[in-house]
């Protein structure tokens, strides 16, 4: 939990299963290579279904500007080995506060925030360009350009204009860069941590992605500091919230293709650290199925492989929403607050359970569902959470999974069959990650000057997920220093399940295998038989480069011949 002040006196490939048959019997698995029936007794010939949808679920809270960095340091391996232009590959990206499109949330995000009215910002006050600030278009008066105050105060939508109803739509200005949000003291991390968004505040120094993709680290630039969008520069957008390897009619499937596609997904990935607090990755996964799916925007595809990776350095938060909306509802709702360890890691500062302080019984920000927290304990490191969760208020991670089958399942006509998905969790997996993760967190508090809070936590609930899904889910660590191991291991499961195929039954002894690439030119390849194996029903092959240099209009074919005549 990214707490996020409410006031201003303390803001805030290749398994695919294929199925090789002979004859009308073909049993056919989900997301193969699809079997063209052919009238021959001993040879089957299949497409190469190369069809791939990857959806990553990045944590946009206010500690995630290391990780996702990191994110786009190994990306570039991982993207020349595995995303080739010959496959039919799609990734999009979405936030772990996506659930904010759901119309619960819509009277929170209008709310006024406590103490706004007349607030004078000192950013905006001392800039030498204020005379030039130009207002949102949604709020033309907001800000008094001669002072810096606004005298009308702020909503909580004014901080983070994108959230709202179109928040889980998979559109050019949402989910193609970093999510744009107000550059001031009331976004404290905003401000003044990694991120500094005063660098890119102003229009007339850094317009465009070009800074994100490529920072000028001789000047000092970073990608930490350069990927970041606020009102007044909203300029790092890829213009693609759907990114596909397949490049468009009379575009060359060359470098330059391949570069472009990466430079995408780099902007895209680089959500930033603006967003809430309340960390819910799968509640926002089933916002973008409930909303996104059924329309133009729509994402996922009869028949491909699915994967959903989520990286985060906190557990899932994913809270059932109350069917009768309580008075002052919003994403902080649901919480208790550890009031013994905010105080023994702040040094009983009023601002825990003063008057209107962070932590108390009543009337403060936190406590409402309790001033306690169960210590956890992870490798023998024990640890309490400043601000936990009414575990009794939380979606079933069963129930969550119960949901994305059933989508899959009917997005591909087949009630019974197989959702044909895997989960990549990246998050913390043991004691030592969240130690480590906290301890940098706790200097980005004592930068930014705000209240030490214990918040980094195993990823229970994504791990869980996987577990239930099963299929070649991962379990992956976020504390890893380098990504590249972490991503290879995402490639390495696309190659598996692209990569076996199922015969409709098993060769016998007097047969050997004739297996051959067939080309859309009409050329073959005979692929001998050191480059896959056999057992029982199962054919697969061996070798991950050769998996990859299939393209999506090669065809398969598979030939038992007779090593004695009948």
Not at 158 to 164: I, S, T
Not at 417 to 436: E, R
């Amino acid at each position: 939990m990214k707490y996020k002040p409410t006031s201003l006196g303390a803001l805030f490939f290749i398994t695919p299963a294929l199925t090789l048959s002979l004859s009308a019997c073909t049993g056919q698995l989900p997301g193969s290579f699809k079997f063209l029936q052919v009238t021959q007794t001993f040879q089957s010939s299949q497409e190469v279904n190369t069809k791939i949808d990857l959806l990553w679920v990045v944590d946009n809270s206010s500690s995630m500007d290391v990780h996702q960095q990191k994110l786009r340091a190994g990306f570039q391996g991982f993207m020349t080995k595995y995303l080739q232009p010959t496959w039919d590959i799609r990734v999009a990206v979405i936030t772990t506060d996506t659930y904010l499109a759901h119309p619960a949330f819509s009277t929170y995000l209008s709310t006024q925030i406590p103490g706004s009215i007349g607030y004078v910002s000192t950013y905006l006050s001392g800039l030498s360009w204020l005379n030039t600030f130009l207002n949102p278009s949604w709020a033309p008066t907001l800000v008094n350009t001669s002072t810096g105050t606004f005298t009308q105060g702020l909503t909580y939508g004014d901080l983070n204009p994108l959230w709202g109803s179109q928040y889980s739509l998979l559109k050019a200005g949402i989910h193609d860069g970093p999510i744009t949000a107000f550059c001031l003291e009331l976004m404290p991390y905003f401000l003044k941590g990694f991120t500094q968004c005063g660098l890119r505040d102003n229009p007339s120094i850094f317009i465009g992605s070009n800074p994100c993709v490529n920072p000028n680290t001789g000047a000092g630039e970073s990608s930490l500091s350069q990927c970041v969008n606020t009102i007044e520069n909203d300029t790092v957008r890829s213009g693609q919230a759907i990114i596909s390897t397949i490049p468009p009619s009379g575009t060359p499937a060359d470098a330059n293709w391949a570069n472009q596609v990466q430079s995408n997904f780099l902007i895209n990935a680089s959500v930033g650290s603006s967003g809430a607090g309340s960390e819910r990755g799968l509640s926002s996964v089933l916002q973008l199925l409930s909303d996104n799916e059924s329309t133009p925007t729509a994402f996922f595809r009869p028949d491909s492989l699915r994967g959903l990776i989520f990286l985060s350095d906190e557990d899932d938060q994913s809270l059932e929403i109350p069917n009768q909306i309580p008075t002052g509802f919003s994403p902080e709702w649901g919480y208790a607050c550890d009031q013994a360890s905010l105080n023994a890691n702040n040094g009983n500062s009023p601002m825990i359970s003063g008057n209107g302080g962070f932590c108390c019984a009543s009337g403060c920000r936190f406590g409402s569902e309790g001033i306690s927290c169960p210590t956890k304990t992870a490798d023998s490191i024990s640890y309490t959470l400043g601000v936990c969760v009414n575990s009794s208020l939380l979606i079933p991670v069963a129930d969550v999974k119960s949901q994305i089958d059933t989508f899959f399942k009917t997005l591909d006509h087949s009630p019974t069959g197989d959702p044909n998905y895997f989960i990549a969790s990246i998050v913390p997996t043991t004691g030592t990650s969240v130690q480590t993760i906290q301890t940098s967190r706790n200097a980005i508090d004592n930068t930014v000057g705000t209240i030490k809070v214990i918040e980094a936590d195993v990823g229970t609930r994504y791990l869980q997920l996987g577990q239930l899904v099963g299929g070649g889910s991962l379990a992956l660590d976020i504390g890893n220093t380098d990504y590249s191991p972490v991503l290879n291991a995402i490639g390495q499961e696309i190659i598996q399940k692209k990569s076996t195929f199922t015969l409709a039954r098993a060769p016998t002894s007097t047969e050997q295998m004739l297996v051959q690439i067939i080309h859309q030119n009409g050329s073959t390849l005979f692929v001998p038989s050191s480059q896959y194996t056999i057992s029982s029903k199962n054919l697969t092959f061996t070798d991950p480069n050769f998996v990859l240099s299939l393209a999506a209009t090669d065809r398969v074919s598979i030939n038992y011949q007779p090593k004695t005549a009948y």
